[in-house]
């Protein structure tokens, strides 16, 4: 039987390119990692403009090989995404993810203010749900059949009356994982029209689910630890801002 062909690398027009290489982060002979826009799907986008993973045929070398998605953010999420440049550095940090070697660490919007407790574990088990071609994930009980755990730990940074900036830590790495787990005690993420967040803050429209990958650490492929970290969009960065002076005020 004859190998697969891979698909023929996208066209990118030279916006493209450029866009995508004013996103990294960092870079070495391993490793490339990009601080992702919200609205641009990692994988398998529906509309017609380029996914992350077909962006990085920007970075190809003259054989061909480009840089590897290492692990997804869901489309309307921000931040911090790794990408192998080899072979064995995919295969590596693969096995850390399998591993739970690498932690990553989020950063939230979500109301009505801060969750009760202020910080704690979230333990949850969660099952996939299709309605059409749509997929969910819903809190079940731990011994449903389709049960998978799920733990996230949080903690709140700051907090107003209507809405809290919260700090999560999956442990592990369920499809909307942390997104569910916010709604189910309450404190569903600002902008998350999918599992109930608000759409209106303090008057004004939320655009966007306020979800952003701040940091990842993870074993390097060339050894040691590293840790990297992605400033949040400005939108976020206002709606925090504000949250903190509120409760600096307090």
């Known amino acids: 039987m004859s190998a697969r062909k891979a698909p023929p690398a996208p066209r990118l027009s030279p916006d493209e390119i450029a866009f995508v290489r004013s996103l990294v982060i960092h870079e070495d002979d391993h490793i490339l990692a990009l601080n992702k826009p919200a609205g641009l799907s990692s994988q398998g986008g529906r509309g017609q403009v380029h996914t992350l993973d077909e962006l990085l ?6 054989s061909g090989n480009r840089p590897r998605l290492v692990h997804r953010l869901d489309r309307d999420t921000s931040g911090v995404i790794l990408t ?9 940090l693969g096995r850390a993810l399998m591993g739970r070697r690498v932690e990553k660490t989020y950063l939230a919007i979500v109301a009505p203010g801060a969750p009760d407790p ?16 749509e997929a969910f994930m819903r809190v079940c009980a731990a011994d449903h059949p389709d049960a998978e755990t799920a733990r996230t730990r949080y903690r709140t940074l700051a907090a107003s009356s209507t809405a809290a900036l919260v700090e999560l830590r999956p442990e592990t790495g369920r499809m909307h ?10 404190r569903p ?17 939320v655009k966007r689910l306020m979800l952003h990958a701040a940091a990842i650490a993870f074993p390097h ?12 969009p400005n ?13 600096a005020a307090a």
């Not at 910080?119 to 071609?133: A, F, H, K």
């Open 177 to 186: 994982q942390l997104r569910v787990h916010m709604a189910a005690v309450g």
């Open 57 to 62: 045929f920007a970075f190809a070398k003259s």
């Open 189 to 205: 993420i600002v902008g998350d029209a999918r599992y109930g967040g608000a759409l209106v803050l303090d008057g004004a429209p």
């Open 221 to 232: 492929p060339a050894g040691g630890r590293m840790r990297l970290e992605a400033e949040p």
């Open 118 to 133: 202020r910080e704690g574990l979230i333990e949850l088990s969660l099952r996939r749900d299709e309605l059409g071609r």
């Open 84 to 92: 192998a440049k080899t072979k064995p550095a995919a295969a590596f």
């Open 235 to 247: 939108d976020f960065k206002d709606v925090a801002a504000a949250l903190r002076a509120s409760a």
